[in-house]
């Protein structure tokens, strides 16, 4: 089955090269805007009382996929697609829980940019603390990672490599 979808916007960021684009929102302190397309703008009524929103969105310029993939924070072996978050996936699809800034028109400014700039924007969700925390998480093989004492702009394909 196919299944098509529309870009709603762009995300635009500092980042024209996937080295140096952070591998995680939480890891970037990079400011950004989320342009959206004037037909969806009354949409966006009542997001400023948000402090979080999820973005979900289209790895535009990824070449195919491959099932095992060795994660950026931990290079030492393969994993399978699913207990990644690379962008090789069957279906290029990313999301990013990103800080609201602003609202001004058709454009939202964010904190903890780490897309390409001109990634097409897919859809924006709230983030609800009381839908989307979790007690008693587990994160598998990341768990095994000192991902906390890393410094921060190591947290780029670039600055991963081992």
């Given amino acids: 089955m196919e299944i098509m979808y529309k870009a709603i916007g762009h995300i635009r960021s500092e980042f024209g090269n996937k080295d140096q684009t952070p591998v995680q929102s939480a890891f970037s302190a990079s400011e950004g805007t989320v342009e959206l397309l004037p037909e969806y703008v009354p949409g966006l009524k009542d997001i400023e009382g948000f402090s979080h929103i999820?973005?979900?969105?289209?790895?535009?310029?990824?070449?195919?996929?491959?099932?095992l993939q060795k994660p950026f924070i931990d290079g030492s072996r393969e994993r399978g697609i699913f207990a990644i978050r690379h962008c090789d996936r069957?279906?290029?699809?990313?999301?990013?829980?990103?800080e609201l800034l602003g609202v001004k028109g058709n454009q939202l400014r964010i904190r903890g940019a780490d897309v390409l700039d001109g990634t097409p924007l897919l859809d924006i969700k709230p983030f609800v603390r009381q839908f989307d925390d979790r007690d008693n998480v587990r994160s598998g093989w990341v768990?095994?990672?000192?991902?906390?004492?890393?410094p921060m702009n190591s947290f780029t394909p670039k600055g991963l490599k081992r």
Avoid: A
């Fill in 54 to 67: 999820i973005l979900i969105y289209h790895f535009d310029r990824v070449e195919g996929y491959t099932l």
């Fill in 90 to 98: 069957p279906n290029p699809i990313g999301l990013s829980i990103v």
């Fill in 143 to 150: 768990d095994e990672q000192c991902l906390k004492t890393r």
